[in-house]
Each structure stands twice: as C-alpha cells, then as structure tokens.
Nanobody
C-alpha cells in the first residue's frame, strides 16, 4: 500500500502563511486532494489537483479559494499546499489522499491559526 506522510504544519498568526507537503511512497496516478478536519467537525476536501500532465485542473473549497494553492510534482511523488492569509477557521489537522479517499490515511499535520 502507498504510504502518505504530511508535514509542514505549525502555529501561525492570522494572516500568516504555511506550506504543507505530502510525500507518497510511490507515484499516484489519480487526482489528489488536501483534506482538513477542524475540531468537532467533519473532514472536508479543501483542494484537489488532477494527475494529468497534458492538462491541469485544480479545485478549491469556497472557504479557501484565492488563499490556498495546490500543486504536485509527480517525479517527486509530492503534493503541496501553499496557504496564505490564514484565518482561525483554517485550524485543523490536514491530510492528503486521493479524491476517492482510497489510500490509508496518514497521521496528518496540525495547523493552528491563532493570535
């Protein structure tokens, strides 16, 4: 099974930035996404990116659109999430997985936005 390891989280003040990275143990040939789970809330998909090389397709939840940017490097088996202008509501544990959620979840990386 493919292993997923998330990193890059931390404590940041509102308006700050973080860059998350998801490292996979092997190449993934399907669209990938970043998910987050806020305290007491359901896990939600916040960003996704297609696996195609001829075209690129990204999607974002309305709550993060314009602030987050997802990217991937298939050669390095990584998916990144650049998060700018962070807000307290962005707080949560961030996970990566395919858009079908068919891989074993990693441990996630904690993002805390607080003053």
């Amino acid at each position: 099974q493919v292993q997923l390891v998330e990193s890059g989280g931390g404590l940041v003040q509102p308006g700050g930035s973080l860059r998350l990275s998801c490292a996979a143990s092997s190449r993934i040939f399907i669209a990938m996404g970043w998910y987050r789970q806020a305290p007491g809330k359901q896990r939600e998909l916040v960003a996704s990116i297609s696996s195609t090389t001829s075209t690129r397709s990204t999607n974002y939840a309305d709550s993060v659109k314009g602030r987050f940017t997802i990217s991937r490097d298939n050669a390095k088996n990584t998916v990144n999430l650049q998060m700018n202008n962070l807000k307290p509501d962005d707080t949560g544990v961030y996970y990566c997985n395919t858009v079908l959620q068919d891989l074993v979840w990693g441990q996630g990386t904690q993002v805390t936005v607080s003053s």
